[in-house]
């Protein structure tokens, strides 16, 4: 398996704009939203978690043998996300508060005290857990920030202390946390025991690169039918409510890695061009950045301007949201995530 698998970036990048869609929930009953397509399109999370313990697994596994590469890691892994997170934060608080006496304000009359909380939570990369609370972050999409970091933190761990029986500690976490999520009875969990969902997607990603990494297959006749079995199974789970059914979606989507990684058809063809790549490239801005201009763009069209509330202005509203964030995103992509990233690694030690 080569270094790096492209066509995974792309796809990356288009279940970030779907995210997208997910979110623009603020008139429910739009035929955007009410589907069950873009409904069940938070599932996509799921493949950003088992992706990256796909890609972490790839580069790591076989490299932290002592503490110090331990705290390497992280340190690598803390810069490739925190400055993003602390810039979206910061904006996010900035926004509401400047907003707190304003007609165009979105949300009620929260206290200081309330964001205070909130970023805390965030910025300790504690939002997808009960350590300080389940607060619903400012930025609501950064509680899976929280549960990657905290993937990080226990695959460094495993690695480094349990080294020769690291898979089989994999399979124990991955095990346990299914078991959990069973026992919740939920499976959507975010920002209370996220970190939980995002160990299992996690672990399955390190079984999928173990897999391939011993594995050769040619898989290109399933491109088509994997996507359709993705979008039939979302159909399913939503049409019959089978909300622990989801626990399905790790695994399909741990399957949708193997399959593109393993093919050259024309589905890996077109996620392999100039636009899609570029896509996935800034697919973490895409994520984080998304929510505030979602809210700009609605406060701006329905309460500013006051436009007609129907299907028309909504679909306007969501290419709007989808354009302005990948706009935006290329900024935020190439003065935070890259200069502050590059100035952190240049200067801490």
Partial sequence: MKNRVEQLDGLRGIFAVLVIAHHHNAFKESILYNNFFVINASLFVDFFFVLSGFVIAFNYVDRIHNAGDFLTFLKKRFIRLYPLLFYTEVVFVLANLLGEHSPMKNVGGLGFSYYFYTSFDTLTFMGSSTVFGAWISNNYPSWSISAEMISYVVFGLVVLI???????????????????????????????????????????GIFTQRLLSRKTFQLSAFEIPFLFLMVLAMYLVHHWELNLWKLVFPFIFSIGVIVFASSTGIVTQVLNSKPFQYLGKISYSIYLNHAIVLIFVNIVLFRYLKSPENEVMFGISLISSIVLTILYSHVTYEFV????GKFLRDNWG
Avoid: N, P, Q
Avoid at 163 to 191: M, N, P
Avoid at 337 to 340: D, G, Q
């Fill in 162 to 204: 349990l080294s020769r029986f690291k898979y089989a500690a994999f399979a124990i976490i991955g095990l346990a946390s299914a078991i959990f999520i069973y026992s919740r009875g939920e499976y959507l969990l975010a920002y209370d025991y996220g970190y939980i969902r995002g160990l299992l997607c996690f672990v399955l």
């Fill in 337 to 340: 995530e890259k200069r502050v």
